[in-house]
T-cell receptor, first 112, second 115 residues
């Protein structure tokens, strides 16, 4: 039930691009993306709902393909501040309410 | 204060101690969550409360006892813990609606070390 993230880790030089993937074995209603810097709480980046819409915030964007049951996070022209661990969360209904199941995370390190 | 706050930020305890973690959210949300995050492991959901009612207990050992007196406060009572319980404990909240999905906002976490 836990979504699978790939790759596990990425090392970039400032200005390079990266793609982080999140796939699920079951149908998805939504995908949430979070970033966690070392020693800090996870911070919400964006949510993608069923419909295949693409969202973006500055140079970070994401797509959601519900047919393929996967989402991808695109980091363009990476900055040092992008370093951290990126988690995707997929929804799972339980007891009439929704909860998020998080992937294992992708560690991103951006170097000068 | 805004957002989700957690106290204490760091806690060291022996296996025979009893301690409590506190979480408070100032966002007007109705759902609150406890997660455990160990080194190199994904976020593990422990408990979920909706409108003060526990709706999820993810097979958590009884040495962890949650308490939710109202929609803004969440506690995690700890007793007779094991060294493998050492981890970062994160609290989160959201505007949970039945069957809906919503963003979770996390607190800074409590770094727990069990000796």
């Amino acid at each position: 039930q836990q979504p699978v993230q790939s790759p596990q880790a990425v090392i970039l030089r400032e200005g390079e691009d990266a793609v982080i993937n999140c796939s699920s074995s079951k149908a998805l209603y939504s995908v949430h993306w979070y970033r966690q810097k070392h020693g800090e709480a996870p911070v919400f980046l964006m949510i993608l709902l069923k419909g295949g819409e693409q969202k973006g915030h500055e140079k970070i964007s994401a797509s959601f393909n519900e047919k393929k049951q996967q989402s991808s996070l695109y980091l363009t022209a990476s900055q040092l501040s992008y370093s951290g661990t990126y988690f995707c969360g997929t929804d799972a209904f339980s007891g009439g309410y929704n909860k998020l199941i998080f992937g294992a995370g992708t560690r991103l390190a951006v170097h000068p | 204060e805004t957002g989700v706050t957690q106290t204490p930020r760091h806690l060291v305890m022996g296996m025979t101690n009893k301690k409590s973690l506190k979480c408070e959210q100032h966002l007007g949300h109705n759902a609150m969550y406890w997660y455990k995050q160990s080194a190199k492991k994904p976020l593990e959901l422990m408990f979920v409360y909706n409108f003060k009612e526990q709706t999820e207990n993810n097979s958590v050992p009884s040495r962890f006892s949650p308490e939710c007196p109202n929609s803004s406060h969440l506690f995690l009572h700890l007793h007779t813990l094991q060294p493998e319980d050492s981890a970062l404990y994160l609290c989160a909240s959201s505007s949970q609606t039945s069957g809906g999905t919503d963003t979770q906002y996390f607190g800074p976490g409590t770094r727990l070390t069990v000796l």
